[in-house]
């Protein structure tokens, strides 16, 4: 199933389910110091969440596909991408929202439904996490989705509580796993591995070795549901939410990863065609490590992404803020392509490309393609 089928079908799905669809907001924050970029599908209702603002909807129900940058405050990623199956500088998050509607109950059912009915993933290949204090979640997944406690793992608080940003609405959360090892035709234990997980026949794991291959990748994370219902102060203190609320994470280049059957995001139709660019400009490479090179090129198709959705969005390069982590990002990449023996602008026609295969989605890139272009080259040179 193709990324952009995902995207249509998880809107809809929520959409019967009487949520409003509702655009992305942009990746720079509204009135928010506390946030560099918007990092999550919850930002935009924060003070929904918080009972500062009304419900965006009359029925307290929201969807979105969300652009989201993780390269610089809370949640930054940026050293890790191209070398790891998973992080990305830019990526989509499909979010289903509760703003003091449903609770627990009907969340957990929306999930399970959308992932075993919509998706059609089989659910002997799936795994729950929860926070190790919540056993209303865990006794939820045993009533609806028929899930044994062999299937359910209590966490603690650095996987299994939500926050956005070290103040603001947060809260426990359970997640959705699906085991690489059954449903990615190329997955395989990295080389070295130890332990009962890398044994790909094998299907009943203690917590353990549940973590250890959930760290290592076998099993992956697609969705987060949070139960929003605290307010995180300054002093670390937990204030109640006035309304318990709703908000989930489900990473789309995830997904794709697993529809597709592969075992890294960068392998899905979303990349594939950024990476034919990116082997189009470099030509032919000086043979050296294999594994370097692909890394260098996925580092390319990222950050071209991330180049691509920040400057439509009205982020320049700068000496600081945004600017400057936009600036480090769009350096990064031309760092990667000169290792790789290009001496002149790369990632510009890798960034045409993003506004190309996107486009019909987040029209922005278009309505911008010549600023994102020309400045995109312009950093490029200067920098080289
Ligand atoms: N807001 C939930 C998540 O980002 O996973």
Redesign the pocket.
Known sequence: MQASEIRTRFLKFFEREGHKILPSSSLVPADDPTLLFT????VQFKRVFLGNEESPSPTRRATTAQKCVRAGGKHNDLEQVGHTARHHTFFE?L?NFSFGDYFKRDATGFAWRFVTDELGLAPENLRVTVFHEDAEARALWKEIAGLGDDRIFGLGEKDNF?Q?GDTGPCGP?TEIYVDLARVAKDWSAPAGATGSWTDPSKVDFDTEAFVEGAEAGRFVEIW?L?FMQFDRQHDGTLAPLPRPSV???AGLERIAAVMQGVSNNFDTDLFSPLLAAVDEQLGAVPLTDEREVIAAKRVIADHARALAFLLADGVYPSNEGRGYVLRRILRRGVRYAWLLGRREPTLTRVVEKVIDTMHDVYPELAQRRKEIATTTRAEEERFL
Not at 39 to 42: F, L, S, V, Y
């Open positions: 990092n999550a599908g919850m998050m979010g939500w956005m959360c987060n949070v908000d989930t994470g």
